[in-house]
């Protein structure tokens, strides 16, 4: 099997007739990262580490959740790989022709209808909210019992659950109005920070250049840029990097010391070390997982 990018298929996973599938799972580092026919509403329920969703990564934690439309690649990974800080995730996949029935309640000019119908025409094709009051979590954990008890009618509950549950969605986010992680919308000047630093991460940066580029000294930076992505510069930078680097990993056959220096590392005993310490594993044993073996299940 080649490195190219998964692409999931729902009939693999909607045994039922609802078109509707739920499960909890502890997310793994030899996920790959993948597409899918479906619509996809992932909620971190315990544990904290990554969200790589089309070109961007998040840090998570307990709360966060994702909206991910057909075509969007994305995947969890635990930020270690030791066991006894799993990430573990809700995941509730639906077809679109579930909602045929329910189209008409959610707001044509909402972000959870465009996400949904539209993702093509967005900056940002995905949604995320954080369920800061905890209203999202039973909700969810009502919907995975349900699916897993299917008492009579379950099918029917199910799909009235899940129109509560992307309203709800739709009025955390309406109230969170302009939500302060999302990379494409101005939020703030650090946007044009991190901007710069994807768009120039390949190259030699440091915090002196960009607290220059953004007009501040270098500890107001660093300050204004931990208190904003909950990392420093140096950890946003080798994130960024090293999920460069993943994605190269899978999809080309290019030499390891030839990506290492595409990311911006020259010293490749530096660059092992800390590919090891944030993916689990050396640069080879990536590129073998991804390269041989198959997508296992959400």
Known sequence: MNGRLRHLKGDRFFKEKTGIYLNRIRE???TPKHTHDFIEICYVDEGSGYHHVHNQVYRVKRGDLFVIPVGTSHVFRPSSPNQREPLVVYNCI??????DKWRHLLPCDSSVHYVIFHPSGMEIPYLHIGDKHDQIRPLITSMHMEYLRKYESYEAILSSMLMQ???LVHRIGHEEAVPQDVPCRKTGKLDDA???????????????????FMYMSQSHFQRSFKRSTGLTFTQYLQNLRIQKCCELLETSDQPVHQIANMIGYKDMKFFHALFLKKIGMTPQQHRRIHQTEGYRAI
């Open 165 to 167: 549950l992307l309203t």
């Open 94 to 99: 639906f077809r679109l022709d579930v909602l």
């Open 28 to 30: 793994a580092f030899m």
């Open 194 to 212: 991190m901007q710069f630093i994807r768009e120039h991460y390949c190259e030699f940066l440091t915090v002196k250049q960009l607290a220059d």
